[in-house]
């Protein structure tokens, strides 16, 4: 199995640009997570997903955040219109009972 | 709430050296516990989980103890080498929902 697939890896893009992350999970597993990692609030939960359907999205920072997974191998998050506070490494991670798997990250940088 | 708290770092050490990182957590009940490591540039891997009080994780040669009378689950390594160079978290499950809470990690940095 490839793993968590994430994409792109880098983003840099201009404040009040669209930016688009994607993640494809690994296959069979029925929980989708989107992390958010910076130096100053660490690894901080934004939404899960339970085979599709978003379950918890407290974490989202604001309304400019939003995540979607139409189908069981594709979720993206999307942040409309970017802001400079927004760089961090987005994670994208799936999990199946106790197992959690993690991608490789977006790292976003908005300037 | 659900919380994990870990040793502030950088730890920084020589090879060969003995590494201890400490992990105290709140929780309702008796969790899973979980030690993960994040490589520079790379997304976080399971290094080793207990599941209930008294088990021990062991993986790659770090060990850590589930103590549930101190609430830790210190990771520990008897000889570290300078690839173990990476951020180390420690994480529960919250509860009352499936996802993972982190602790703030530790960066461990071993010199040659």
């Known amino acids: 199995d490839a793993g968590v697939i994430q994409s792109p890896r880098h983003e840099v893009t201009e404040m009040g640009q669209e930016v688009t992350l994607r993640c494809k999970p690994i296959?069979?597993?029925?929980?989708l997570f989107w992390y958010r990692q910076t130096m100053m609030r660490g690894l901080e939960l934004l939404i899960y997903?339970?085979?599709?359907?978003?379950?918890?999205d407290s974490g989202m920072p604001e309304d400019r955040f939003s995540a979607k997974m139409p189908n069981a191998s594709f979720s993206t998050l999307k942040i409309q219109p970017s802001e400079p506070r927004d760089s961090a490494v987005y994670f994208c991670?799936?999990?199946?009972?106790?197992?959690?798997?993690f991608g490789s990250g977006t790292r976003l940088t908005v300037v | 709430g659900d919380s994990v708290t870990q040793m502030e770092g950088p730890v920084t050490l020589s090879e060969e050296a003995f590494l201890t990182i400490n992990c105290t957590y709140t929780?309702?009940?008796?969790?899973?516990l979980f030690w993960y490591v994040q490589y520079p540039g790379e997304g976080l891997q399971l290094l080793l989980k207990?599941?209930?009080?008294?088990d021990k994780g062991s993986n790659k040669g770090f060990e850590a103890t589930y103590r549930k009378e101190t609430t830790s689950f210190h990771l520990e390594k008897g000889s570290v080498q300078v690839s173990d160079s990476a951020v180390y978290f420690c994480?529960?499950?919250?509860?009352?929902?499936?996802?993972?809470?982190f602790g703030s990690g530790t960066r461990l940095q071993v010199q040659p």
């Open positions: 991670a799936s999990s199946l009972a106790d197992g959690f798997a």
């Open positions: 296959s069979g597993h029925d929980y």
């Open positions: 997903f339970n085979n599709n359907v978003p379950i918890d």
């Open positions: 929780a309702t009940g008796y969790p899973s």
């Open positions: 207990a599941t209930k009080a008294d």
């Open positions: 994480a529960l499950p919250d509860t009352g929902r499936r996802a993972l809470t």
